[in-house]
């Protein structure tokens, strides 16, 4: 199974990969010490966007008065933009499976638009009156990247 979370983001310092911001070091902290990891270079879609996408879940997730995470609030933004399957079961009920949006699943152009329509969601349902440029802005701090 491909995670849908965003790839760690790391520079090269000689022989060694560095953390480009605290999310990535949250993120590579979960990994134990001392331990071989596999390592996947790979350039598919907008990176930059795509942890931009998560940052934003997890700012807007970590700011609610209510026990969510941002991988419930993907799910969530996913079913209720009919980004999925139905899937028959045998007994003739129908279920509501989300697809998936990992880089070998979705390419640019269409994440750019569920990109788009999910800061919508953010915006007028989940915090109405947000601005989704405030948004963005401390979403691009919360990943290390200057501000504009």
């Known amino acids: 199974m491909v995670s849908e979370r965003p790839p760690i983001r790391c520079q090269?310092?000689?022989?060694?990969?560095?953390?480009?911001?605290?999310m990535d070091s949250d993120?590579?902290?979960?990994?134990?010490?001392?331990?071989?990891?596999?390592?996947?270079v790979t350039q598919a879609r907008s990176v930059p966007q795509?942890?931009?996408y998560w940052s934003m879940l997890t700012l807007v997730a970590d700011n609610l008065d209510q026990p969510i995470n941002a991988e419930a609030l993907h799910e969530w933004i996913k079913d209720k933009l009919d980004y999925v399957d139905l899937v028959r079961q045998r007994n003739g009920t129908t279920v509501r499976v989300t697809r998936s949006i990992a880089f070998d699943k979705m390419q640019q152009p269409e994440?750019?638009?569920?990109?788009?329509?999910?800061?919508?969601m953010l915006i007028e349902h989940i915090i109405?009156?947000?601005?989704?440029?405030?948004?963005?802005?401390?979403a691009r701090a919360m990943l290390g990247e200057p501000s504009e």
Do not use: C, W, Y
């Open 111 to 120: 994440f750019r638009e569920f990109f788009d329509k999910a800061v919508t």
């Open 50 to 52: 795509h942890r931009l």
């Open 12 to 22: 090269r310092r000689g022989f060694f990969l560095i953390p480009v911001a605290p």
């Open 27 to 40: 993120a590579l902290a979960r990994f134990p010490s001392g331990k071989d990891l596999s390592v996947r």
């Open 128 to 138: 109405p009156g947000l601005d989704s440029e405030a948004l963005e802005r401390e």
